[in-house]
């Protein structure tokens, strides 16, 4: 995957680096999202697609990131974005904080790669201390 963008660092959260980017997310289009048959409501007025067909705006990931020591541990992903210049203005899923960021999926992401990254650790130390009484 391709980062469009510098990484936001979001802090030091339960003593990890956690930080933020977005990738293209070349599995979605507009077709998957705007309904575009007949009969069916679109969730986008016409503006806001013929932006998406004009390369205004497109759908991406974010990924975030759990570090420590320079070491990532683990990360989570949300696609299906929407990034760009929209008729009513610029839209990231990087803006905002708290239930603001990451499309409101914020902090549950930073929860869950959190949580995958003590399971790392956990992982690690114990292999590592199994590993260390093999060799008595």
Known sequence: MTTINTPRSLGRIAGFDITAHIEADE?????????LAPGIDSPYDQATIDAYHAGDWRYVGIVISAKRA?????EVSLWG????????GHVSPLDGDGDEFANGYGPELIAEVIS????????????AIDGSMGDQ
């Open 27 to 35: 599995a979605s289009s507009i077709t998957d999202h705007a309904y």
């Open 70 to 74: 320079g070491v990532e541990l683990a």
């Open 81 to 88: 974005c929407e990034c760009g210049t929209m008729p009513n």
């Open 116 to 127: 995958a990254a003590q399971t790392v650790l956990r992982t690690l130390t114990d292999e």
